[in-house]
């Protein structure tokens, strides 16, 4: 029996399959090369362990901790401590300055002068507080000289401990302030602490002596204040009545007596006088 198909069209029916098991081939051959990969990437990770951090020892040198130098190789303070030394100093100078110098006692005669002269705010606060800065590096140079000799220099040097620098230092600050201060007051001081009295005044603790000195120099300034505003007083006493007797009693003798006491503060250069009389009376206790 023979086929109805033409003998020449029948290999076209086998080509859909051959193209068929092209594609599987190549499909294989793609997941095959996926796979290869994978497992050759798996297989590198596997075979490269993880270093371990290295563990910083608290003892052995240049392991990145922090190490704190006090002193240097030749015992000197380190830089570190002496700028923190610098900065607390800054932070506390007000207060050293208003304690424990003449600081307190020019600024308070000086504002006194002005309110006896009948000016309110001239020369200002700022002018005040700047002359009686300089007066009181004027006055105190000594003393600063003695501290820097005796306790600063030793100290950065390496010759003195901070103790003992600290113990040098405050001896002429105690003597400067010994010799200005009264023995009634350091009694008052060590009543009021409850503390047996000192053997001699130069045993005075400074707790007990600072707030002494600042009593006796306000005291010392007070005084002044009074002796200045004497003459003015006068001044303003003569005006008053001479605007009374001519039935000016509207006028404020304020406004008249000002520039009467003004002239008479340039006439006896008052400030000159005010100045040389604070500063001789710091002579001879300021070593």
């Known amino acids: 029996m023979t086929s109805l198909v033409p003998a020449a069209r029948r290999p076209v029916a086998s080509r859909p399959v051959a193209r068929r098991l092209l594609v599987l081939a190549a499909l294989a051959l793609v997941v095959a090369g996926v796979l290869l990969v994978w497992a050759a990437s798996a297989g590198h990770a596997a075979t490269l362990p993880m270093a371990p951090k290295p563990t910083p020892s608290p003892t052995g040198p240049g392991d990145g901790g922090i190490e704190l130098k006090i002193n240097t190789p030749d015992n ?3 830089s570190a401590v002496v700028t923190l030394i610098g900065i607390t100093l800054l932070s506390v100078a007000p207060a050293l300055l208003l304690m424990m110098t003449s600081f307190t006692k020019i600024f308070v005669v000086l504002a006194m002068t002005r309110n006896a002269l009948g000016l309110a705010s001239v020369p200002p606060n700022q002018v005040l507080a700047g002359l009686t800065l300089f007066l009181s590096l004027f006055i105190m140079w000594p003393v600063l000289t003695h501290v820097n000799t005796a306790a600063v220099q030793p100290y950065l040097t390496g010759h003195l401990d901070f103790s003992a620098a600290l ?4 001896k002429p600050l105690s003597g400067f302030m010994l010799a200005h201060t009264r023995q009634e007051d350091i009694a008052l001081m060590t009543r009021a602490a409850g503390i047996p009295n000192p053997a001699t005044p130069a045993a005075t603790p400074l707790q007990t002596l600072i707030p002494a000195f600042m009593i006796s120099e306000l005291r010392a300034a007070f005084i002044i204040g009074f002796v200045i505003f004497i ?8 005006v008053s009545s001479a605007l009374m007797s001519m039935g000016m009693m509207m006028l404020p003798p304020v406004m008249v007596s ?7 503060f340039i006439l006896v250069d008052g400030w000159g006088l005010i100045i040389t009389s604070l500063v001789q009376s710091y002579a001879g206790g300021s070593t």
Request: proline content about 14%; overall charge neutral.
């Open 167 to 170: 113990a040098a230092g405050a």
């Open 231 to 238: 003459p003015f007083l006068v001044i303003d006493l003569v």
């Open 258 to 264: 000002l520039p009467f006491k003004v002239l008479l």
């Open 76 to 78: 000197a303070p380190s």
